[in-house]
């Protein structure tokens, strides 16, 4: 898995539950290294453990792990590559859900490791999206739904996500119902496509 995502995981439960029970979890996982390189690549099964570790010291589903573990790679700032590579979708949330078709070869330019699902949008309606994925990573679909919800605040427009998938030949292929939620368009948060000095 790309060191970015076990970034994230780091990065998010060191915020939400400290710097001691995020080594408890390394322990738990049996994991030595508890401080991840975003562009460095590590063995799935790493990621894995700390996830299933997670669910247990946490007593959380792994499902809702997952999507606050992909919040937290769109608002951390050590992997703010990934957003800057994400927000090159465009300047609304909706050109940035149609444009998602394209973010596998950005990404490719940016983050040669990184490795994305293929993504298709189709549009349902004025305020309705069904995003497609299909990713050889079994159970991973959740993350996905925290990306785009933190990408959706990000934007400054709330929405209602709903996720369905199923694992067929060893790939997960989900659908993501996005809904625009009428009347709450609210500011879009600062950005710059390059990153500024202090």
Not at 67 to 85: D, H, N, Q
Not at 123 to 140: D, K
Request: charged residues 25%; hydrophobic residues 45%; aromatic residues 8%.
């Amino acid at each position: 898995m790309h060191g970015v995502f076990n970034r994230a995981m780091e990065a998010f439960f060191i915020r939400s539950e400290g710097e001691a029970a995020w080594a408890a979890i390394c322990r738990g996982a049996d994991i030595r290294v508890t401080r991840f390189e975003p562009l460095l690549v590590y063995d799935d099964a790493i990621t894995h453990r700390l996830l299933e570790a997670a669910c247990i010291a946490l007593g959380r589903p792994r499902e809702a792990l997952l999507e606050a573990v992909g919040e937290s790679l769109i608002e951390t700032p050590s992997t703010f590559s990934l957003r800057r590579l994400l927000r090159f979708g465009g300047t609304s949330f909706v050109e940035f859900v149609q444009t998602l078709e394209e973010v596998r070869a950005r990404a490719c330019l940016a983050l040669p490791d990184l490795e994305l699902p293929h993504m298709r949008a189709e549009r349902t309606g004025l305020q309705g999206f069904r995003l497609y994925l299909t990713w050889n990573r079994p159970g991973f679909g959740p993350l996905f739904l925290g990306i785009l919800r933190a990408m959706a605040r990000d934007y400054g427009t709330a929405v209602h996500l709903r996720h369905d998938a199923r694992i067929v030949g060893g790939q997960e292929q989900c659908v993501i119902t996005i809904l625009l939620l009428e009347g709450t368009q609210r500011e879009t948060a600062d950005f710059a496509l390059v990153e500024t000095g202090s």
